[in-house]
């Protein structure tokens, strides 16, 4: 039976991508100028996979350096920050796993998006005026001409972006610093979406779980438009001390000092102490204040000092601890006794 569960488990754990569900997909509207996303609902997998999405036939994949287009690695949804006529098309899902000597990769049924004019976003500044031509894509071209009274004008440059937010994984309950800055003549005005949908506004204080997700800060005037993309992960975790354990064998010289690392995956942040033994620690002259960091230091370090050291780690979700030696071996060098005095030697 042993034998029978652990082929099993091997099994389970091999390398595998299935292949898309046949069904369709149902078509997805999209008001120009607004935000959306398209799910890739990847099929059961193991390991990770990594996503990409093409448009209408392969290979035309979505230009990483499209600042309106991001594609998640966590989920492999695509999410856009502003639609645009020109982005109906059917969109696929594009998954490949890595397994031991090649690659493996399928492609989801097409999602097909409709970007819908909304006459609204159309208007002219100053004295021009509003022109509409027969197009044969069922819409009306578009454009802005001056009257007999206007004149041309310089266009500048679009906004560029001065500081920008970069992807993050924190953890539950924290708090995050996010800013994005842009110059522009003039000056530009900034916005945010989340997940493709505006926000009234940037929550970064006490984060909860349902802040995950794909952030876009944009920037605009009337010369341009720029976008600035990250994916925010907020982490809830029990201690978990399989990743960064404590040392199973700690070096240590007699009359020295050590350091002792207790760094365990947790979120939100946990309470931790040490032990040595069955006795619990607490500050003294020989060991130092147990600091948030859970590094442990012990002084002036003697044979009695050997045994095992265990770090406890504890939140509301739960605990966990990891345990390693102490060895002590030798002396520490003691420079105060070395003679200052100059070597001497006489021939008789």
Request: some cysteine.
């Amino acid at each position: 039976c042993f034998f029978s569960a652990f082929i099993t488990y091997l099994s389970a754990c091999s390398s595998d991508l299935h292949d898309f569900p046949p069904d369709g997909r149902s078509p997805q509207t999209i008001n120009e100028g607004q935000g959306t996303f398209l799910a890739c609902q990847p099929p059961p997998h193991y390991p990770a996979l990594s996503y990409r999405w093409f448009l209408n036939e392969f290979p035309n994949f979505i230009r990483k350096d499209d600042g309106r287009w991001f594609v998640s690695q966590v989920t492999g949804n695509l999410y856009l920050a502003k639609a645009d006529p020109n982005d109906t098309a059917n969109y696929f899902c594009f998954t490949t796993i890595n397994m031991e000597v090649s690659t493996k990769s399928t492609f989801s049924k097409a999602n097909h998006c409709i970007t819908r004019l909304s006459v609204l976003a159309y208007s002219c500044s100053d004295n021009r005026v509003l022109l509409f031509t027969d197009s044969p894509v069922q819409r009306p071209l578009v454009s802005c001409a001056y009257n007999s009274e206007g004149r041309d004008t310089y266009q500048g440059p679009q906004p560029e972006w001065l500081q920008v937010m970069t992807d993050s994984e924190v953890e539950i309950s924290s708090d995050l610093q996010w800013s994005c800055v842009a110059a522009g003549k003039p000056r530009p005005s900034v916005r945010w979406l989340r997940n493709g949908q505006p926000l009234i506004h940037l929550r970064i204080i006490n984060l909860a779980l349902e802040d995950s997700g794909m952030y876009q800060c944009v920037a605009e005037n009337k010369h341009g438009t720029i976008y600035s993309t990250a994916e925010l992960r907020v982490q809830v975790q029990a201690p978990d001390f399989r990743l960064n354990p404590v040392r199973k064998l700690i070096p240590a010289a007699r009359g020295g000092q050590v350091m002792i690392d207790c760094r365990p995956r947790a979120a939100p942040k946990p309470s931790l102490f040490w032990s040595r033994g069955t006795e619990l620690l607490t500050n003294s002259s020989r060991y130092s204040p147990i600091t948030p960091d859970g590094i442990l230091w012990i002084y002036n370090i003697s044979r009695a000092d050997e045994g095992k050291y265990t770090c406890f780690a504890e939140n509301y979700l739960g605990k966990a601890n990891s345990t390693g030696h102490l060895s002590v071996r030798g002396t520490q060098p003691n420079n105060s006794a070395i003679s200052n005095k100059q070597p001497h030697a006489t021939c008789q």
